[in-house]
């Protein structure tokens, strides 16, 4: 069982990344998937979460309009869309399912991470 993300890299300012969150040895299709970044010397964030039934969630406000987050059942993936990126950004992203479809729901699986890097 788990988790492996993929798409990051490093990006100009104003670049885009989509990063893709695929499951193994289990469905998705019954959990939550929760987007969450670290940056260096700061706390955990939760960008973004999808519900089992797609509907999302955006946090902070700082990536509202900017990030999108889908799920492809078919693909057993998860996709982060990130546009305009700012430097700010840069930090490990992490996707995390979550027990009960809910974005409210407890963590019950977490990817290792993919480093993404926003620098001229």
């Known amino acids: 069982v788990q988790l492996v993300e993929s798409g990051g890299g490093l990006v100009q300012p104003g670049g885009s990344l989509r990063l893709s969150c695929v499951a193994s040895?289990?469905?998705?299709?019954?959990?939550?998937i929760g987007w969450f970044r670290q940056a260096p010397g700061k706390e955990r964030e939760e960008v973004s979460c999808i519900n089992k039934s797609g509907g999302s969630l955006y946090s902070p406000d700082s990536v509202k309009g900017r990030f999108t987050i889908s799920r492809e059942n078919a693909k057993n993936t998860v996709y982060l869309q990130m546009n305009s990126l700012k430097p700010e950004d840069t930090a490990v992203y992490y996707c995390a399912a979550k027990s009960g479809g809910s974005c409210q729901g407890g963590i019950k699986y977490w990817g290792k991470g993919t480093l993404v890097t926003v620098s001229s």
């Open positions: 040895g289990f469905s998705l299709d019954y959990y939550a």
